[in-house]
């Protein structure tokens, strides 16, 4: 069975850093795109980030962008989310999730993990 778990995640002060991780199972990581979502209580899921199979290019939702970066080790088959400078509106569950495009719509991936809290708050 091809299995996605989240992990990383807490509560943090403002400007502070978390690194979330996911990691697979039952699949060759190295042949799935990686998309980072987030989803803050009552509102729509949001894509965060993705990281391409075949070249690791990689992009970033504007409000992220500077502040986190996605990276793959496809050794140990996981994907990360290296969150910095976090602000108050970052607090989300955060997912990760497998398809074969490097995209924003929810519908473009196939294997979803459960999720990780993260709390950005003084």
């Known amino acids: 069975q091809l299995q996605l778990v989240e992990s990383g995640g807490g509560l943090v002060q403002p400007g502070g850093s978390l690194r979330l991780s996911c990691a697979t199972s039952?699949?060759?990581?190295?042949?799935?795109?990686i998309g980072w979502f987030r989803q803050a209580p009552g509102k729509e899921r949001e894509g965060v980030s993705c990281?391409?199979?075949?070249?690791?290019?990689?992009n970033y939702a504007d409000s992220v962008k500077g502040r986190f970066t996605i990276s793959r080790d496809n050794a140990k088959d996981t994907v990360y989310l290296q969150m910095n400078s976090l602000k108050p509106e970052d607090t989300a569950v955060y997912y990760c999730?497998?398809?074969?495009?490097?995209?924003?719509?929810?519908?473009?991936?196939?294997?979803w993990g459960q999720g990780t809290q993260v709390t950005v708050s003084s």
């Open positions: 999730a497998a398809g074969l495009l490097c995209s924003w719509s929810e519908s473009d991936y196939n294997y």
């Open positions: 039952g699949f060759i990581l190295g042949y799935y795109d």
């Open positions: 990281i391409s199979s075949s070249d690791d290019s990689t």
